[in-house]
């Protein structure tokens, strides 16, 4: 099958209690270890590319690949969407470059002007078959480079008007979680604001909501990275039972990038310590990518619960 928008996936999600993963792709081993285990596991999934993947890695690169992920994965809908598009052009570039789902992204606009770019996308990708996943609310952490100390809830108060006047098809919102690696101080209680996420549900009954900044940052991972070399003291994510919890409700789209990284690092930092002679990056990579694989199919399967969804 081609590649297809979510909104048949979020449906079914939504309705079954579940959530897509929407893994970001920066590179062949990567999209391969997501794709390889999704297809193993039948569940769709979703690809997504940030401004930033675009400028390392090329955005025709990127399509291509997917799209041989698509050949070489038949039997799973995959979707290729833009991570965090903080403009009309970019997701317009995406739009008419094969991507079949952009986000914009205008949280850190004044509340008006996230409303004219979100609608102003949504047209343009409808009238292209494409869908939108905009956002309410600032994550704090680490985005685009810029880091932000402290979470700016989305208040239910506003998702009505925004989708209404907006019409896109997903919203994102900010309930505690955060991008990057250092989601919670050490000590300090993980906790995601369950209440604000319910307002929201029940304002938009059946809407899909998306959950940016949700890697678990697997403690292995840590441990592992230190032990060879690395230096990432106080490292901590997203609770696995806290998405399996929002995944049972309107959450039908799960982000994760960071847990991505950390398996690969990890993988690549332990294969340099026990064979330090080795210098053809296969030999690196190999084991990366299969970290990559294993990583997303414990996702699939214990958090996400989209496993034989496809
Ligand atoms: O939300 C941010 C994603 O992790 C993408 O990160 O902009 O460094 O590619 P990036
Ligand atoms: P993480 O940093 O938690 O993986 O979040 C990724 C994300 O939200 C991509 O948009
Ligand atoms: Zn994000």
Known sequence: MPLVTSTEMFKKAYDGGYAIGAFNVNNMEIVQGITEACQEQKAPVILQVSKGARAYANHTYLLKMVEAAVIECPDIPIALHLDHGNSFELCKDCIDGGFTSVMFDGSAMPYEENVKIAKQVAEYAHAHGVVVEAELGQLAGVEDDVHAEEHQYTDPAQVEDFVTRTGVDSLAIAIGTSHGAYKFKPGQKPQLRFDILEDVSRRLPGFPIVLHGSSSVP????????????????????????????????????????????????AIR????????????????????????????????????????A
């Open 219 to 266: 403690q292995e991972f840590v441990q592992k990275v230190n032990k060879y070399g690395g230096a990432m003291p106080d490292a901590i994510g997203i609770p696995e039972e806290m998405l399996r919890e929002a995944a049972k409700g309107a959450v039908c789209k799960i982000n994760i990038d960071s847990d991505i990284r950390l398996a690969i690092t990890a």
């Open 270 to 309: 332990e294969h340099f310590a026990e064979y330090p002679a080795d210098f053809d990056p296969r030999q690196y990579l190999k084991p990366a990518r299969q970290a990559v694989k294993d990583m997303v199919t414990h996702k699939l399967v214990n958090v996400l619960g989209c496993n034989g969804k």
